[in-house]
């Protein structure tokens, strides 16, 4: 079992930053390969950003490339998310999720273990 807490959210300009941190329980997170989701009111949840176990391999979805960056830090059973020139669209609850093995982030993955989220407000 696995549980992970978000945090770092908060409300921030159009153009601004924040990075979120989710913490992990366990020893075996780095076992796990993690990915941010996001949703937005009235949205279904979509992929952000995804890291394979080692961290030496991310994918992003195409709204964020160039913006985000996802990583981790495996002695620190944290995984974070980077948010530069954030947009009044990229408001959503952000969650952190974890699966064991490789991920096919593109093909809309059942992860394992789900965080509660936190809050991105990006106001314009």
């Known amino acids: 079992q696995v549980q992970l807490v978000e945090s770092g959210g908060g409300l921030v300009q159009a153009g601004g930053s924040l990075r979120l941190s989710c913490a992990a329980s366990?020893?075996?997170?780095?076992?796990?390969?993690m990915g941010w989701f996001r949703q937005a009111p009235g949205k279904e949840r979509e992929f952000v950003a995804g890291?394979?176990?080692?961290?030496?391999?991310?994918v992003y979805a195409d709204s964020v490339k160039g913006r985000f960056a996802i990583s981790r830090n495996n002695a620190k059973n944290t995984a974070y998310l980077q948010m530069n020139s954030l947009k009044p669209e990229d408001t959503a609850v952000y969650y952190c999720?974890?699966?064991?093995?490789?991920?096919?982030?593109?093909?809309?993955?059942?992860?394992?273990?789900w965080g509660k989220g936190t809050l991105v407000t990006v106001s314009s």
């Open positions: 890291i394979n176990w080692s961290g030496s391999n991310t």
């Open positions: 366990g020893r075996t997170f780095s076992t796990y390969a």
């Open positions: 999720a974890a699966k064991r093995g490789v991920v096919a982030w593109e093909n809309n993955p059942r992860m394992d273990f």
